[in-house]
């Protein structure tokens, strides 16, 4: 499982990089991603990450979807960086906590999760991370920095280090992309 863990670890650095970068082609590093840790995080007992994984899945391929068919002119060729719409938000908080109640309930009634409150946060809050990913919101990176500092503890605490490490380093590169796509947005270079 060691050698699965960093084979995804290392892919994530890469997923990562190219989310910092704003690249439509960190859709089909996230479909390679997910897939391995489909296998990790079920051998750790952690459901709701197992769960989100194949979530992540299909939200790749929406998101190069949606990063690729989107055009506001002849000049850009994908979606681009905006702020969220303030209307979204009640829905994107109903929608988070719908999720975390959801996944909690399920992985309390039905599995063995020894951190199903911890690990249904963090999928919930993925969930909405990913959508708004999907949709090229500035404000996405400000989620991910609250799943990423969580899911590192977890992952401390579940064993999985080398997961937990890449997790610490996602927290910085999204607090760092989150200044990168602001400057791109009021500069018009998305």
Not at 48 to 60: E, Q
Not at 122 to 137: F, Q
Request: a negative charge; aromatic letters at 18%; one cysteine or more.
């Amino acid at each position: 499982m060691l050698s699965l863990e960093l084979l995804g670890t290392i892919v994530g650095v890469v997923y990562l990089w190219l989310e910092y970068k704003a690249s439509i082609h960190l859709w089909i590093v996230g479909i390679i991603m997910p897939a391995i840790y489909v296998f990790v995080y079920y051998e750790a007992g952690l459901y709701a990450d197992f769960g989100i994984n194949i979530y992540f899945l299909i939200a790749a391929i929406y998101g190069w979807l949606s990063w690729k068919n989107h055009k506001t002119d002849e000049a850009t060729a994908t979606r681009p960086i905006t702020i969220t719409p303030k209307r979204l938000y009640l829905a994107l908080f109903i929608t988070f906590s719908a999720c975390f109640l959801g996944i909690a309930w399920i992985l309390i009634a039905f599995t063995n999760s020894d951190v199903p409150w911890l690990d249904s946060f963090t999928t919930a809050l993925s969930i909405v991370g990913m959508w708004m990913l999907a949709k090229k919101y500035l404000e996405q990176w400000l989620t991910w920095i609250v799943v990423d500092v969580v899911s590192a503890g977890l992952y401390i605490y579940k064993d999985l280090y080398l997961t937990a490490g890449l997790y610490a380093l996602y927290t910085v590169i999204a607090v760092l992309g989150y200044y990168n796509w602001k400057k791109m947005m009021l500069n018009g270079e998305e």
